[in-house]
Structure formats: C-alpha cells, structure tokens
C-alpha cells in the first residue's frame, strides 16, 4: 500500500525539525543510537533470520553469520573510532595565511532517505543507517516490499529500539518510492539496480541532492591456467554463485577461464555442485529461492535461451520457485543470459586462449561492481587490475571484499559510486567542510594586500607565495604568532631595503 505525499512530507518536515535542533551531532547521542542497533540485532536475531528464511528461504547460517554478523562488525569498528573521526582534522596552510589554522570538519548532511532492497534486506538497511547515524544524521529507511516479512520486522520492531524523532521506518510499494523521490532530502543512499539507479539520480538531481549508489551488473571471473588450485577455485565460485540462490550484487556473473584447464574446471563446478548442495538440491536448506514470481519466470527464460549450451543444472520447480545452480559451457557472447545481470544461480562460462581476448570483452561493456581473479602469476594479476575499471578486485575468492570493514565497498560508472563500511561509512554520510580561523588584530595584517595596487604589492605577493607551506603540527597558536611574525617582518624588511625585491 502506497503512503500519500502529504504523509511522507510531513514524516520528513519533523525529521527536518529534529535534525535542526542539533541533537543528532553529538558523539553522546550518535553513540546512544549505534548502541541501539546493536541491542536490536541481539535481541531479535531470531527474528531477523526467520524473516529472511520466509521471505528468500535463506538457511540460518547465511541469516545470522553472512548478514547479521556482518553488521555487528562495522558497528563494532565504527563505535570503537567515531569519536577520533569525529575530531576536526588539521591541515597544513599557506605561510602567507600565517598567522591562522585550518581544519577540516565532518558535518551531517542532513535527513537521509536509505531505500534498500529485496536481496539482503537487513545488512542492506542497517548498514547504510548505520552510516547515517554515525554521521549526524537524521534519516528515513524504506525498506524493500518484495520481502514481506523482513519489511514486517524493520517496521514493527526497529523503532522500538531507535529515537523515532529521527529515524523513521516508511512502508509501501513502489509508488511509495516514487512519492518519497518528489520530495527534497539531504542525501539519498540507494541500493538495487542499474535501471531504477538511473531513475533514482535524475530525481535528485531536481534538487541538486548527492547521492550514493550502490548497483551492481556484470562481474567477471578470470580463471588463470596457473590457479593456485583449480579445485578451491572452482568451489569457491560455487559457493559464491549459490549462496542467496545467485541474488547478491557482487555475486560471479560469468566465467572465463583458460583453454587449458577449461574441460577440467567444469568438472569441478559439477562435483562442487552436488556437494555443496547435494544431488536433489530442491531439498537443500542451504539453497534460497528467487524473491518472487517474476524473477523466477526471468531465471527460466535464461535457462531456456541458453538450453543448447548447459553443461550440467537447469532443473526447476513452480511449486516453490526453484532453481537449481546451472552451469553453460562455450557461451555465445550475443546470447542473452550475457547481456545482463543474471541474479541468480546460473553460471554461464566461456573459455579464452591469450588474456587481451579477456580485457577486450570486458571493457567493451559497462564497469562491473568486482572482478575476481584465480591466479598465482603475478604479473597477469597485475595486468588485469590495470586494465579492467571495476568497483572492486578480489584475488582468489569472491564475495569476501563484502566483509572488509577497513576498505571501501562500492561501485564505479553503471554498477554505482561512492563507498562505505568502516570509516568510509562515515565519511559518505558527511561532508568536509573546510574551516579557516585567521587573527583578527591589526598589528597582523599585510597591509599590501589593499588597493591602490602597486608593482611592491605584487612583488611581495609573489614572493610569499612561493614560502613553504607550514605543516599542520605547527598550527598551534603560539607557533603561528611567531612564524607570523617573522614572515611580516622578513616582508616588511625586504619591501623597505629592497633586498628582496630588487
């Protein structure tokens, strides 16, 4: 059900209020709110991961160590150092400026909108909110509608553990979005595909609101014939590609992999395959299931596209939406299940002789979220990360960069921009502000830098721009006095004899 544009101003008009009363920009209640979060996931873990099972039949570990824990991790690396982030940061000035201090400060933006989406419906939530309320900020977080029973959770129990003057829980359908879209926020944080992305940065753009976008597309894989292991590789892209059934933006889109060890590697998927999810993986409680219908309907439509080149997989189930993870061997380059993002468990693979047949294919197309490199040679490692434009790389894995809260997680061109987790959460929920404290008494001024102009004013203009900067550790009051002082005097004694200035 659709909340009316009145609603949703109003909701927004009193987070405004709030936010202007100043009381989310103190370390105190920023702490107070994380904290909160942090009670929130404990006491309804249980909650959280019945949600995702219903909603995408994800099994508990997925539930609570992929997605919960995952966030217990960046509220543990925020908490232990907002209160250092938070501290204006010092920087060197221009010695002409002496006396004076520079700093830069990291100030709210404002009322957040956070729209989230159906593949991880809480990490993908809470952690964006997490960033927003270790910035200052107020927000609003609207949750996905297609999974009904993680959105029933985010609305009638978040809000018992958050400050509902400024975080507020808003529910609907699509329409919903389009209405919350009309109105003008500080930041939007989106997450989910390319096409509503799109739709999402023209509306901010109507009221020049910075956004961040978190997307996805096409991630390749570039399996080496110097892999470290062949068999770990193979395993770990199968894990990758089944876990969420596929529904992970940074999930292995498509394979390529060396001629030499390319009837080798498929072999492996198949057996990794029926491991990791049995032979009648219909049954598996580890395997999810498509978020709905119409995805479901699409992941056939691939299968029976491509059904001349599968390899190995291709069964699936109305009854509960199944899809088994499916494996297509010597993929047409124009056939359809290459064109665009998959999003779920199909694997198509294509094998290459000389690496450049690579880089060619991949830059021709839009820069993917992750490129993922299986290889011990150093060297075409490094030729592959120079080459190919993506969001982020990973060397014998995938998925993993997810986790790391100490590096920025994000995409570049069509699969987003800006980056967050850790620290970088912080920072995409601020902005620096450059603040200048210069001394106001007379005895310090240059009187040079007033008209009427002459050649001296120039001249000594000239010279003391060409002054060293004064780093930052010597911005220190005292310090700048005297080095004010022996700049004004140098420049007053050079204007005077003319030493300096000829």
């Not at 982030?85 to 990291?106: C, G, L, Q, Y």
């Not at 999930?251 to 029926?274: I, M």
């Not at 299931?289 to 699409?298: I, K, S």
């Not at 002789?353 to 979220?369: A, T, Y």
Request: some cysteine.
């Amino acid at each position: 059900m659709a909340q009316q544009l009145d609603e949703l101003t109003i909701i927004r008009d009193d987070l405004l209020k709030a936010f202007n009363t100043g009381k989310t920009r103190s370390y105190k209640y920023r702490m107070s709110q994380l904290r909160a979060i942090k009670k929130f996931l404990v006491e309804e873990e249980a909650a959280l991961v019945e949600a995702l099972h219903q909603d995408l039949h994800r099994p508990s570990f997925e539930g609570a160590c992929l997605e919960v824990g995952s966030i217990h991790a960046d509220l543990d690396e925020i908490m232990k150092n907002l209160k250092k982030w938070m501290e204006p940061e010092a920087t060197p000035i221009p010695a002409v400026f002496a006396p004076a201090r520079s700093e830069i400060h990291f100030d709210p933006f404002g009322v957040c909108l956070l729209i989230c989406p159906f593949n991880y419906p809480i990490i993908l939530a809470l952690g964006p909110l997490i960033g927003a309320i270790a910035g200052g900020n107020c927000a609003v977080i609207k949750p996905s509608e297609m999974t009904v029973a993680c959105e029933r959770v985010l609305r009638d129990l978040l809000p018992k553990y958050l400050d509902p003057e400024c975080y507020r829980v808003v529910c609907g359908d699509a329409t919903t979005n389009q209405q919350l879209l009309k109105l003008r926020w500080d930041k939007i944080f989106f997450t989910g595909s390319t096409r509503v992305g799109k739709i999402v940065m023209r509306a901010a753009a109507e009221h020049l609101t910075p956004v961040s976008l978190e997307l996805g597309g096409k991630t390749p894989v570039v399996i080496d014939e110097h892999t470290v292991s062949l068999e770990t590789a193979a395993k770990r892209i199968v894990w990758g590609k089944g876990m969420n059934a596929g529904q992970t933006c940074m999930a292995p889109d498509y394979c390529f992999v060396h001629d030499k060890v390319y009837d080798e590697f498929l072999a492996l998927v198949r057996k990794f395959s029926l491991e990791l999810y049995s032979a009648n993986p219909q049954d598996s409680p580890a395997l999810s299931r498509p978020v709905n219908q119409m995805h479901y309907e699409r992941l056939k439509g691939l299968i029976a596209d491509s059904k001349t080149e599968l390899y190995c997989g291709g069964r699936t189930a109305d009854s509960d939406r199944f899809v088994e993870i499916s494996v297509f061997k010597d993929v047409r380059k124009e056939s359809k299940i290459m064109q665009e993002e998959i999003f779920g468990p199909l694997l198509p693979t294509l094998r290459y002789r000389d690496i450049s047949e690579v880089i060619n294919h991949v830059v021709e197309g839009e820069k993917p979220l992750a490129l993922y490199i299986f290889s011990s040679n150093k060297r075409l490692v490094n030729r592959l990360i120079e080459s190919i434009p993506s969001g982020g790389v990973v060397v014998n894995d995938v998925i993993f960069q997810f986790g790391n809260v100490f590096a920025p997680f994000g995409g570049i061109g069509h699969s987003g921009m800006g980056g967050y987790h850790g620290r970088f959460s912080f920072e995409d929920f601020t902005f620096k502000r450059a603040v200048l404290h210069r001394d106001g008494s007379k005895m310090m001024d240059v009187y040079l830098r007033y008209p009427p102009y002459s050649k001296t004013n120039e001249s000594v203009f000239k010279f003391a721009l060409k002054l060293p900067a004064i780093p930052a550790r010597l911005t220190s009051p005292l310090n700048l006095f005297a080095i004010g002082v022996v700049v004004a005097a140098a420049i007053s004694v050079g204007t005077a004899t003319g030493v300096l200035f000829g």
